[in-house]
Each structure stands twice: as C-alpha cells, then as structure tokens.
C-alpha cells in the first residue's frame, strides 16, 4: 500500500472582526466552528471564501480535508 497524503493545514487571515480561510491544497474542504460549535459541537460549518464574521473573544477552528487524504491538522484562534 501507499502512504496517504495530509491535506495542508489551512491558513487563517483574521483582520477587522472577519476571518479569510485557505488551504494549499487543491480541491481541499475547508470546515469552521466558532466557539466548538456548528449549530451543536459535532457539526461544523463549510467555509465558501466569504469571510467569517466574528466577535471580540470568539474562538475560530478551522480543519481541511480533500477526499483520499487525511485531514489537516485543526488551526484555532481568538478574536481578540
């Protein structure tokens, strides 16, 4: 068997209140939750390149995966 690829881990620009998302991998998904929550804590929201809007001391997760590879490692961050 081969080795299975890791997608990227995506990279997170946070300026005035609004998080941009991207990963280097192509065709890679790209999944957020603020606070470690989706609408509950096992769901979590696809990102669509329109920024994420937050609050001051919201705390954004963020995850890839591309179907066949394993997924990103998870990135977090506060809105400070």
């Known amino acids: 068997g081969g080795i299975q690829p890791?997608?990227?881990t995506p990279r997170i620009l946070l300026k005035n209140n609004a998080a941009s998302i991207s990963c280097k991998t192509d065709?890679?998904?790209i999944a957020y939750q603020i606070n470690d929550k989706g609408f509950d804590k096992n769901h979590w929201f696809i990102y669509s390149d329109i920024p994420v809007v937050l609050k001051k001391g919201d705390r954004l997760s963020v995850r890839a995966i591309?179907?066949?590879f394993k997924e990103s490692e998870k990135v977090t961050v506060v809105n400070k």
Do not use: E
Request: proline share 0%; net charge neutral.
């Open 6 to 8: 890791v997608t990227d």
């Open 27 to 29: 065709g890679a998904s």
């Open 66 to 68: 591309r179907l066949g």
